[in-house]
């Protein structure tokens, strides 16, 4: 079948462009992002037949443990239901031994992954990501640690009044794999100050994911859209990962995260939409794949945002991964997420499976635990 039949003379020429092999610029990706009926079917066509070419039918998933070691925080980002103050009841902040203990756990439940995140809890100084990443390492030696987002590295760097790159050489030095390349929201000035007044610049955002790269710690690339942002908003941003990634290589995968809505101040104040629709969720998995694929190979979904049917129609719009087991999430579900927190790998396996797809765990690097027989 032609994916382009049908297709209006414009989109055509768009689609035809990322199918031979060529950039797309960002007023196309914006164009794709606008696409309804036949239009929106020849995309999600062409961003699977990239996606098969790119990286064929296998698609991965990781068995991770969420550790969100505090939830303390007075950022006051109001996309965020997750931060407390520390009088508050349901303030929580574990201690080293705690988050050790988790991550034992995880290893005995199977997990290849720890990912830590938490608010910027001043009480805890800024050399705790030090001593965790010590700790963890310490006892569970083989346990890939995937922690600390630029905004936590940019803290510590404040506080401890050290550059940021020398912060994570040393986190590297004492056993961190990887940071997740999330407080990324969008990249954009305007959207940035109507999310959030205190959290670090889009320039600050690329500078510590840079200095990460530079140092040999890969790092995930996120957005975060269906909020105050547009097409507009999201076509640059994903020509700004474009452009980082040419310079470093250094991201392992794209993650597109669909806004939660329900228990957010930007909501409550009417400043936002209700996090976006299936279909805008469709087109940011397929235009990802689109733009950015032949620079970074993998475009995830996030299970828990979205839900496992909607995840499933990503996975035929251009993603190839399935993110994670997750156990424990909680930053979604305290923004009223509702998709569960687990999922365990057999249910990963009969849902890649029911697509005609071939299953299979990797780490967090992306190489595969088991190669399945195709
Ligand atoms: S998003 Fe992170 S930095 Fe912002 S308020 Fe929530 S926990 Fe704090």
């Known amino acids: 079948m032609n994916p382009l039949k049908n297709v209006s003379a414009p989109v055509g ?4 462009k990322a199918l031979a092999g060529d950039d797309i610029s960002p007023a196309e990706a914006v164009t ?5 009926g036949a239009d929106f079917l020849a995309l999600i ?26 939830n303390v925080c007075y950022t006051g980002c109001k996309f965020c ?43 805890l100084g800024g050399d705790i990501y030090l001593k965790i990443v010590r700790a963890i390492h310490a006892a569970v030696p083989d346990m890939h640690i995937h922690a600390f987002s630029p905004f936590e590295i940019q803290y510590a760097s404040r506080i401890l009044r050290r550059p940021a790159a020398d912060i994570l050489r040393e986190l590297k030095d004492a056993g961190l794999g990887s940071i997740p390349g999330t407080a990324a929201e969008i990249l954009d000035t305007d959207v940035r100050r109507m999310l959030t007044k ?14 990460a790269h530079r140092a040999g710690i890969p790092s995930t690339a996120t957005i975060m859209y269906g909020h105050v942002d547009s097409p507009r908003h999201w076509a640059h941003h994903l020509d700004t990962i474009r452009r980082i990634q040419r310079e470093t290589g250094g991201f392992t995968e794209f993650v597109p995260l669909g806004f939660i809505h329900q228990n957010t101040q930007l ?3 009417g400043l936002a939409r209700t996090g976006p629709t299936g279909l805008e969720s469709i087109k940011m998995h397929a235009v990802s794949r689109v733009m950015l694929g032949r620079d970074i190979r993998n475009v995830q979904v996030s299970w828990v945002k979205m839900g496992a049917g909607l995840a499933q129609m990503c996975l035929n719009a251009g993603a190839n991964d399935f993110g994670g087991t997750l156990i424990e999430e909680r930053i979604s579900r ?7 927190q687990y999922m365990p790998p057999e249910e990963f396996e009969r849902l ?10 990797r780490n967090t690097l992306y190489n595969l635990k088991r190669v399945p027989v195709v």
């Not at 020429?13 to 035809?16: A, H, K, M, N």
């Not at 889009?202 to 500078?207: C, G, H, M, Y």
């Not at 305290?334 to 569960?340: D, E, F, H, I, K």
Request: proline share 3%; glycine share 6%; with cysteine.
């Open 334 to 340: 305290m923004a009223g997420a509702t998709n569960g």
């Open 267 to 269: 909501y409550a104040e």
């Open 32 to 36: 794709l992002f606008e696409t309804h």
């Open 81 to 123: 239901a997750f931060a407390r103050y520390d009088d508050e009841p349901e303030a929580y902040t574990f201690t080293i031994e705690e988050v050790v203990q988790q991550a034992v756990e995880a290893r005995e439940l199977g997990c290849t992954e720890v990912c830590i995140q938490g608010g910027l809890n001043p009480k």
């Open 352 to 361: 890649i499976l029911d697509m005609g797809r071939i299953p299979a765990e």
């Open 13 to 16: 020429r768009i689609l035809e």
């Open 198 to 211: 205190n959290k670090l610049s889009a320039e600050a955002w690329e500078d510590i994911i840079k200095a």
């Open 45 to 70: 066509a062409a961003a699977d037949a990239l996606r098969q070419e790119q990286v064929g039918d296998v698609i991965t998933y990781v068995q991770v443990r969420n550790i969100n070691f505090t």
